[in-house]
């Protein structure tokens, strides 16, 4: 069982940038990050192939946000920048494995239990 852990929440102020970490072992399996606001759906943000090569962001974080991994170090990176506050959520560390679409929270299987990332204006 693959459980990943996020780290690397906190408060920043608008213009500012974070950096998260997700925590998961093994290497064949992508990996996305997904968030949640209060009193909405959980969004997709970002996703991963498990080579690396691959990666897809959701339209409000392009440009901004990046993702990438260390499969020798287990561990997936989203790199924020240029936070609003709009991006304030519990971000949610993910992996799939073959099958569904890399933006459908349904395809994927493990979850984390989230970190907060809190943008002030």
């Known amino acids: 069982q693959v459980q990943p852990v996020e780290s690397g929440g906190g408060l920043v102020q608008a213009g500012g940038s974070l950096r998260l970490s997700c925590s998961a072992s093994?290497?064949?399996?992508?990996m996305a990050w997904f968030r949640q606001a209060p009193g909405k759906e959980r969004d997709f943000v970002a996703a991963?192939?498990?080579?690396?090569?691959?990666?897809y962001y959701g339209d409000s974080v392009k440009g901004r946000f990046t993702i990438s991994r260390d499969n020798a170090k287990n561990t997936a990176s989203l790199e924020l920048n240029s936070l609003k506050p709009e991006d304030t959520a519990v971000y949610y560390c993910?992996?799939?494995?073959?099958?569904?679409?890399?933006?459908?929270?349904?395809?994927?299987?493990?979850w984390g239990q989230g970190t907060q990332v809190t943008v002030s204006s």
């Open positions: 093994g290497s064949t399996f992508s």
């Open positions: 991963i192939g498990w080579s690396g090569s691959s990666t």
């Open positions: 993910a992996v799939k494995w073959k099958g569904g679409s890399y933006y459908d929270p349904d395809a994927y299987m493990n």
